[in-house]
Each structure stands twice: as structure tokens, then as C-alpha cells.
């Protein structure tokens, strides 16, 4: 009975806990891109190390990092197809941000997958 | 004194001391305070001066974007025009900021120029190159004018965190400083008030106990004290006129005693110290002189004997008497007297007011022969003999009336012995006011206008 408490006890912990770190967005679920208001243009990375280390990284080693880069325009649309929660940190952000992997599913670059910043990407609610 | 001790006096004096030291310090904290607040809400203002300029640098690195926007889309001469203008305005208000922000808040400071660099980079790597050949939109000239994009907001953002975190703190310094300042006055009135408290319940209890103490001494007073026996052929008067009330009752003491048919004993003496034991020496004085009268009326053989007495009886070197006896015969009008050590004894004739010499030294100092004049009164004159509160009373600057100015006051007086008497103690009650520290008494003594002396 005590150690059937004790299970119970660590897989409520377990589960607080994933819902404490869970992503803003869900595989399979229909997001449009959009970054700030000041520039809602989005960068789009290779892969999910490089959106990391381009938030981690100087102006300078950013900037050297843009190659790896594609500048989508705000609006495009694309699926999840996975969230990193927590996964970019910066120094300039005040908490870290998540990484999503988006299958994106209008404009020139239809069905190519990319990372973008969690903040970047808004659910979108089909009619 | 008897109660209101030496000890009681100094330990009020102590405590005011102490007070007024307290008082001091109290001040100097509420200024160092108000100091140190001050500079605190200066510093805050410096910050908040800065966070609205820096509000209004974003603004402007906005209309900078815009305006390259504007003209790449219309290549209209007008958004190149607005281009150049917020890159002015940009560098002027960054400047200002640099300004406010002086060699305080590091952090700060070194964000800003990181964005400042970043600003002018991409000017020249971004918008210059598009100004240039307004056609040319490549790719990556676009990503670039991202990653500055990107890099500005969070520059920006980390920026607006560290004025507004140093404002955070500035205001829980100065909240601090406030309640640290409230707790400092709390306590030092808390102090006062309990100082307050016990200096005032001294003096209550010293007030109780002069009072209680010039109750006893009045008593004893009015029942040592003389009336005014009458003189055949003369007209006799007197006055006595108490200290301020919160002055210790003196040892004043007249008698006037007929000691024959036709002579009486003139007697005026004061004596040194205040309260029960000077009163009670007072009845010593006033019943010793009367004693020793009856054995010799010879006034020097009367202070003589008496010094002896004196000394011998009291122990205490700081009790001394100074007195007047005099003899007067109410047939001749002849007056021998011995004063040791009292000069406030004048004689009027006439509009002229003569000052009586003293013939020894005061009483209960040292053993020495006391000397006696004689002098003879004549129809109209008048003996008047007072304690020391006429001639050291102050006005209020402090000035003694002095023997002249008593002998003027006694000069424009009244003929009759009681109102001459009456009109010199409403003079030293005038000229005191409530500052009267010492008892006056007054014996006048006027032989009669009609008065024939018989040879």
C-alpha cells in the first residue's frame, strides 16, 4: 500500500512537471509564423543547434551564422512537427524559449522543415 | 535647603544636558537623512529621465527603418529626407542619454553603446548599400536587417530591465532610508517623551518640596516676626516682602523691643541661607538678642556677646549673620547702635539720606571686637533699616539697585514711617518683577515733627 502511495506520489510529481515545461505549440498543430511587430519577418534555421547558438552567440558570430539562415515572411504557414521546450536560452532573453520544428506548408519554401523560435510561431484556427 | 538638595539640582541639570545633547544629535540625523534621500531621489530621477529618452531613442530607430522602408517602396526624396533626419535625431538623443545616465549605472551605459554600434553598423552595412542602389534587394541583405532587428529589440529590452531594475532599487533605498528615518524619530521622541516625563516629575517633586518647605518657613516666620511696637514720640512702620515663589524663603528678621520706659531695642538682621534652617535661626537671632538685652543693652556688648554665641552654637562655616542693634532713646532721640556688616541702614533728614557705617564685620565669621557709634535723631527723621533685598534687587537687565539707589528711593518716599516703608517694597517688587530672588524687610522708625527731646 505504502510503495503503491509512493508511485502514485512520483508520477503526479512527474507529470506536474512536464506540464510545468510544456511548449507553447504541439506536434501536428497548424501555426503561422510572425516575429515582433517592429520586424515580423521570421528567421528560419537548418537545424535546432544553430537557432541555439545564433541567439547564444555575439552580433558578430551571428552574423557569420546567417548563411545557415532563411528570412520567411510573416504570415507563411506550417504544421509542428516537434517543440524543445526550454531549448534557446540567450543572454538577452529573461527566460529561455522554446525550439520548434515546422514543416512549412505555404510559399517558395512548401515542405521543407525548419526551426524557429517558439515566440516566433502563433496557433492558427482553421475555418 | 533642606529637601531641594544639591544632588536633586545637579541630576536635573544632568538630564537637561543629556536632553539637549539628545536633541542635537536627533537634528543632525533628520538632516544627514534628508541629505542622503535627497541625492537617492535625484539618482532616481537621473534613471527615469533616462528610461523616457530611451523610450524616445527606440522611437526613433523605428522612424530610421520606416523610413528606408518608405523610400526602398516609393523611392520618394521625402522618406530619404526623414531618413537622415531620425539618424540625427537618433544620435542626439543617444548622446543626451550618455549624458543623464554620466559614470553611473555601468551595465547600462555599456548596453547602450552596445546598441549605439549596432545602430551605426547597420546604417553602413544594411542601409547605406540600399540607399545607394534602392533596387538591390538580396536575401541577405534582408536576414542582416533581421538579425539587427533582433539583436536591437532584446539590446533594448535588456536595457529598459536595467534602468527599471536600478530604479527598483533606488526606490526600496529610499523606502529604507523612510523607515529607517520613522523608526530614528519614533525612537528619539519616545525619548524625549520619557525624558520629558522624568525631568518633569523632578521638578514637580522639587516644586512640592519648596513648597512644603516655604509653608513650614512662613509659619515659623510669622511667628518669630514683630510686630510693629508702638514708640512713644515716634512713628513706627514696616514692611516684608517675600521672594518669587519658586525662590527658597530667606532669614530676614526686625525686632523693635521696649526695653524701658524710655528706651527700646532696634533690631535688623539677615541671615545667610534659605528654607527651615534659616527661619529657624531667624527665631535663634530675634530671642538670643533679647536674651543677651537683658544682661547689657550696650548694642556693641550685644553683637559682641552674640558672635560668640553664634559661633559657637553653629557649626556650619557658611552660616553667617549680618545685624543692626541699635539703642534708641525715646527721650533724647539718641541713637548708639553697632552694625556688623549690615550697610543697608540710612537715616533721613530733611531731603538728605545718610548712610549708616558698620562698625564690625558680619556675625559667625571670625572673633573681633565689634565697635558703636552714637548719633542723635532730630523732630522730622527717620531711621530706616532693610535687609540686603533692597539694595541687590534687579531690574531686568540685571542691574543691582545698589546703596545710591536706595538711598534716592528713600529720599523721594513718603513722610510717614509705614507708607515710606510701604512705597520702597512696591519699588523692589516693580523693579524685580518676578525675578525678586531674596526677602526684604523694612523697619522705618520717624521722630515725630512735634517731638521736643529732653536734654
Given at each position: ?127 | ?19 539637549l545633547l539628545s536633541l542635537g544629535f536627533a537634528v543632525e540625523g533628520s538632516f544627514e537623512t534628508r541629505g542622503e534621500i535627497a541625492n537617492t531621489f ?132 529610499t523606502?529604507?532610508q523612510l523607515d529607517r528615518s520613522s523608526y530614528l524619530r519614533a525612537a528619539w521622541v519616545l525619548a524625549f ?263
Amino acid at each position: 500500500m505504502l510503495k503503491a502511495c509512493a508511485f502514485l506520489v512520483v508520477c503526479l510529481t512527474l507529470v506536474s512537471a512536464n506540464a510545468l515545461a510544456d511548449c507553447r505549440v504541439h506536434r501536428g498543430e497548424h501555426v503561422v509564423l510572425f516575429s515582433t511587430t517592429d520586424d515580423p519577418s521570421v528567421l528560419m534555421w537548418d537545424s535546432r543547434t544553430r537557432l541555439r547558438e545564433y541567439h547564444a552567440a555575439s552580433f558578430d558570430e551571428a552574423q557569420a551564422m546567417l548563411p545557415h539562415a532563411v528570412l520567411a515572411s510573416p504570415g507563411t504557414h506550417g504544421d509542428v512537427v516537434t517543440c524543445l521546450p526550454g531549448y534557446v536560452v540567450s543572454p538577452l532573453f529573461t527566460s529561455p524559449d522554446d525550439a520548434v520544428g515546422v514543416t512549412i506548408s505555404s510559399g517558395p519554401l512548401k515542405g521543407t522543415v525548419r526551426w524557429v523560435l517558439g515566440s516566433d510561431v502563433r496557433p492558427r484556427h482553421k475555418n | 535647603m533642606r529637601g531641594v538638595s544639591f544632588a536633586s539640582v545637579t541630576g536635573t541639570m544632568l538630564l537637561t544636558a543629556f536632553l539637549l545633547l539628545s536633541l542635537g544629535f536627533a537634528v543632525e540625523g533628520s538632516f544627514e537623512t534628508r541629505g542622503e534621500i535627497a541625492n537617492t531621489f535625484a539618482r532616481q530621477a537621473q534613471i527615469q529621465q533616462a528610461q523616457i529618452d530611451l523610450e524616445e531613442l527606440l522611437r526613433l530607430q523605428i522612424d530610421e527603418e520606416n523610413s528606408l522602408r518608405g523610400y526602398l517602396l516609393t523611392r520618394d526624396p521625402f522618406y530619404n529626407a526623414e531618413y537622415r533626419s531620425a539618424s540625427t535625431g537618433y544620435d542626439e538623443k543617444e548622446a543626451a542619454i550618455r549624458k543623464t545616465l554620466g559614470n553611473q549605472l555601468l551595465g547600462a551605459n555599456k548596453l547602450l553603446a552596445d546598441y549605439a554600434r549596432l545602430q551605426l553598423e547597420w546604417r553602413n552595412t544594411v542601409a547605406a548599400p540600399l540607399l545607394a542602389h534602392p533596387r538591390l534587394r538580396l536575401e541577405e541583405l534582408d536576414k542582416r536587417n533581421k538579425l539587427f532587428s533582433d539583436y536591437e529589440t532584446l539590446t533594448a529590452a535588456a536595457i529598459r530591465r536595467e534602468l527599471a531594475g536600478t530604479d527598483d532599487e533606488l526606490e526600496r533605498s529610499t523606502q529604507m532610508q523612510l523607515d529607517r528615518s520613522s523608526y530614528l524619530r519614533a525612537a528619539w521622541v519616545l525619548a524625549f517623551g520619557l525624558l520629558a516625563i522624568v525631568l518633569n516629575a523632578y521638578r514637580t517633586r522639587l516644586n512640592r518640596e519648596l513648597e512644603e518647605e516655604r509653608a513650614v518657613t512662613r509659619v515659623l516666620q510669622k511667628a518669630f516676626r514683630s510686630e510693629s511696637t508702638p514708640l512713644p514720640h515716634c512713628d513706627v512702620g514696616s514692611a516684608y516682602l517675600s521672594a518669587s515663589s519658586d525662590r527658597a524663603v530667606g532669614g530676614d528678621v526686625f525686632d523693635v523691643y521696649r526695653v524701658s520706659e524710655n528706651q527700646a531695642l532696634i533690631l535688623i538682621a539677615d541671615i545667610s541661607g534659605k528654607g527651615v534652617d534659616a527661619a529657624v535661626l531667624t527665631a535663634f537671632v530675634k530671642f538670643m538678642v533679647r536674651a543677651i538685652a537683658l544682661r547689657s543693652t550696650d548694642p556693641m556688648a550685644i553683637l559682641t556677646e552674640f558672635n560668640v554665641v553664634l559661633s559657637k552654637a553653629v557649626a556650619d562655616p557658611y552660616i553667617f549673620v549680618s545685624m543692626f542693634v541699635g539703642l534708641l532713646d525715646t527721650d533724647t532721640f539718641a541713637l548708639r547702635y553697632a552694625s556688623g556688616g549690615h550697610d543697608t541702614a540710612f537715616v533721613r533728614r530733611r531731603n538728605d539720606v545718610v548712610q549708616l557705617a558698620i562698625t564690625g564685620p558680619v556675625l559667625g565669621v571670625m572673633e573681633e571686637p565689634f565697635g558703636a557709634e552714637t548719633i542723635y535723631l532730630q523732630p522730622g527723621d527717620t531711621l530706616v533699616l532693610a535687609t540686603d533685598g533692597l539694595t541687590e534687587v534687579r531690574n531686568r537687565a540685571g542691574e543691582q539697585l545698589s546703596g545710591q539707589g536706595a538711598m534716592e528711593l528713600i529720599e523721594r518716599a513718603s513722610p510717614g514711617a509705614q507708607q515710606l516703608a510701604d512705597e520702597l517694597a512696591a519699588a523692589v517688587r516693580e523693579r524685580g518683577g518676578s525675578r525678586v530672588r531674596d526677602d526684604l524687610a523694612i523697619l522705618a522708625i520717624r521722630v515725630l515733627d512735634g517731638a521736643v527731646a529732653s536734654a
